[in-house]
């Protein structure tokens, strides 16, 4: 199949991944946006490396993690702007579903970056080799760090 | 108490959960991916277009300075043959890639993308049609050419231009592949 065929369906597959992640290290849309084409950017650079050697669901939130993580927002004026194809607004839709998705938002968005990856990869149901391999911290660090970051988390749907 | 605590810690972390299976789930609806994206694709493959187009039009520059100083002692309708032969090579392929401007990609409608797309492809194809004979007629008087000023054997010429015109002929046969791949990989993304 042709490279770029194949890439088309892997991201159309993965893409509520990658946006999510995304979303949840966004402050608004439009950083969204930027941090979408960011890591498809990167996904598509290192699309001809990946060897397979992990599950493309790993390698996919990996690079999306790493964008978002890295991202220099500063930069985030800069070139040619591409608003994703969104029927609505996670940051402004008023209907139920929205503000659940955006108490979630907001309790995560209040965590440091790493720990963010790290309870965005727990609620995926990931397994904690799985998101030590992918934060690339030892399994121990990983349930460590998750009990900090659950007692974090409920304590902020306390405040 | 503790118990109780215990049930709670788990009820707010199960919510957590659903809240993010609602996510999952209004996302899973999106389309997301949207056609200025595709196009953001496209941009790249045009580039690569262009990039192939420019690298042509700067051999041809540079054979038309650097010709008639290493070959000065060729006959001069020769000469003057080669420089002609090679500007109008490079005049041709400014204006088969002219039409073709990336950053208009961005605000044509689809169907005059295609054209343009098909377009380019049949130009290009047309141009390397006539440009096959004229280059291997070229060689051949080349060839003669170089034997008059330097009595070698013909042998011993025609080998080395037939591995010089070969090598050539694989570049450009690489070249020409690319362009025409990416013309029908655009061609084809926007007809699906």
């Known amino acids: 199949m042709d490279k770029e065929k194949e890439f088309e369906q892997i991201v159309k597959k993965h893409k509520s991944t990658v946006y999510t992640v995304c979303y949840m290290f966004s402050k608004d849309e439009d950083e969204v946006n930027d941090l979408f084409q960011e890591v498809l950017i990167n996904l598509w650079k290192g699309f001809g490396d990946f060897r397979g050697d992990a599950a493309i669901s790993s390698w996919i939130w990996k690079v999306a993690l790493n964008t978002c993580i890295s991202f220099d927002r500063k930069k985030k004026r800069q070139g040619v702007k591409i608003p994703l194809e969104m029927a609505g607004n996670l940051f402004t839709d008023d209907d139920n579903d929205s503000q659940q998705i955006r108490m979630l938002y ?54 | 108490m503790e118990n109780e605590n ?9 919510t ?67 420089i002609v032969f090679t500007a109008v090579d490079a005049i041709a392929t400014w204006i088969i890639h002219k039409q073709v401007d990336e950053r208009q990609l961005m605000s044509e409608d689809m169907r005059t993308v295609a054209n343009k797309m098909k377009t380019l492809k049949k130009r ?22 170089v034997i008059q000023m330097t009595g070698a054997p013909w042998q011993f010429m025609a080998g080395a231009v037939a591995f010089g015109a070969l090598i050539g002929f694989f570049i450009a046969l690489k070249m020409y592949r690319k362009v025409i791949d990416n013309c029908n990989a655009i061609i084809k993304q926007i007809e699906e």
């Open chain 2, 16 to 82: 957590l959960r659903s809240q993010m299976d609602l996510l999952r789930k209004k996302l899973e609806q999106e389309s997301i991916i949207n056609e200025k994206l595709m196009r953001e694709t496209m941009r790249s493959r045009v580039s690569t277009i262009n990039r192939q187009g420019w690298i042509s039009i700067a051999a041809a520059i540079c054979m038309v300075l650097w010709f008639p100083l290493c070959f000065n002692t060729l006959s001069t309708a020769f000469i003057i043959t080669t």
């Open chain 2, 6 to 14: 215990t049930i709670t810690e788990q009820q707010e972390l199960e």
């Open chain 1, 106 to 159: 907001q309790r995560i968005n209040q965590l440091n970056l790493v720990d963010r990856a790290i309870v965005l990869l727990w609620l995926e149901n990931l397994s904690y080799d799985d998101i030590a391999a992918i934060v690339g911290i030892s399994v121990k660090n990983v349930s460590v760090k998750l009990v900090r970051i659950k007692q974090q988390l409920i304590k902020m749907s306390h405040a």
């Open chain 2, 124 to 145: 290009y194809q047309w141009s390397t049609v006539i440009e096959l004979p004229l280059v291997l007629a070229w060689c051949v008087w080349f060839c003669y050419e």
